[in-house]
């Protein structure tokens, strides 16, 4: 699976984006899909899961309630609506791949990663 994500850029805090994903492959709806982030100086974390099927989906804490993950299988991608940006918020954003549906928050779970869309949120 080849991933692609776009959808980055500048935003005043209080404004949204939206981020898009991707993906090259047949089988794309057999794996979960995630966005992690990487702000500069700090790790890459989690930021939102959709299972393979849809449905379910998972936010870390600190995007609940201003971020939605979707995906629509047919056309191979995953996007994510952020809202209520905050400066806290900038950063190099990624979409990925896991094939396995569990732990689905840990990034050693993930199989493909796509090259990152930058984020970032002023004052």
């Known amino acids: 699976v080849q991933l692609q994500a776009f959808g980055g850029g500048l935003v005043q805090a209080g404004g949204s984006l939206r981020l898009s994903c991707a993906a090259s492959?047949?089988?794309?709806?057999?794996?979960?899909m995630a966005w992690f982030r990487q702000a500069p100086g700090k790790g890459r974390e989690f930021v939102a899961a959709?299972?393979?099927?849809?449905?379910?989906?998972y936010y870390a804490d600190s995007v609940k309630g201003r971020s939605t993950i979707s995906r629509d299988n047919a056309k191979n991608t995953v996007t994510l609506q952020m809202n209520s940006l905050k400066i806290e918020d900038t950063a190099v954003y990624y979409c990925a791949a896991a094939a396995a549906p569990i732990m689905i928050a840990v990034r050693g779970v993930y199989n493909y990663w796509g090259q990152g869309t930058l984020v970032t949120v002023s004052s």
């Open positions: 959709m299972p393979r099927s849809g449905g379910s989906t």
């Open positions: 492959g047949r089988t794309f709806s057999r794996y979960v």
